[in-house]
């Protein structure tokens, strides 16, 4: 009798189990089909990572909440200066950080404090391609053409992806 039972017994459990993968599988799509959800997911997963606060910035910047991306960007910076991290590692993500910010800075009209740090990522990574690219276009919107072609010439070296010149009437 009990082993004409067991054969039910694991269907039923095969099934309670497929029926709960099932659940959370669908719970995690909706976190999946939203780029900002999928960030503070993740962010909220690993707290301590800066990766995560990075992209949350860039999707909140998509979306036009510049504030949100601030505080994101603040924090990716803050996390990533993590002694426990491999150098390069915490080099990079403290420079896209710094990065990230110094856009917003220029994009609020403030560029003497993107500038400043620009200065400051490119003093620690002088061939930080996305450092170069924005203060090649920082120093376009002032009128130092110039200057602005030599920084976007190595950055676009380093980054074939970056955009076009931004100084068009310049080679």
Same mark, same amino acid.
């Not at 993740?42 to 995560?52: I, N, S, V």
């Given at each position: 009798m009990l082993g004409r039972g067991l054969p039910s017994v694991a269907r039923l459990l095969c099934l309670t189990a497929l029926l709960g993968c099932t659940q959370l599988t669908c719970r995690q799509n909706r976190v999946w089909t939203d780029e900002v959800r999928l960030w503070q997911h993740?962010?909220?997963?690993?707290?301590?990572?800066?990766?995560?606060y990075i992209n949350l910035g860039r999707a909140l910047e998509r979306i036009g909440d510049d504030a949100g991306a601030f505080t994101a960007y603040a924090r990716a910076a803050e996390v990533s200066v993590d002694r426990r991290r491999a150098s390069l590692v915490m080099a990079f993500?403290?420079?896209?950080?710094?990065?990230? +910010?110094?856009?917003?800075?220029?994009?609020?009209?403030?560029?003497?404090?993107?500038?400043?740090?620009?200065?400051?990522v490119l003093a620690d990574q002088p061939l930080f391609a996305p450092a170069l690219f924005n203060k090649? *276009? +920082?120093?376009?919107?002032?009128?130092?053409?110039?200057?602005? *072609?030599r920084l976007w010439s190595v950055a676009q070296s380093l980054d074939a992806t970056l955009p076009a010149n931004p100084c068009p009437e310049s080679p």
């Open positions: 993740a962010a909220r997963w690993a707290p301590q990572k800066p990766r995560p993500a403290y420079a896209a950080a710094q990065t990230n +910010l110094a856009h917003l800075h220029a994009k609020w009209g403030d560029g003497a404090m993107s500038l400043y740090l620009l200065d400051g090649a *276009v +920082l120093l376009a919107h002032r009128g130092q053409c110039a200057e602005a *072609v």
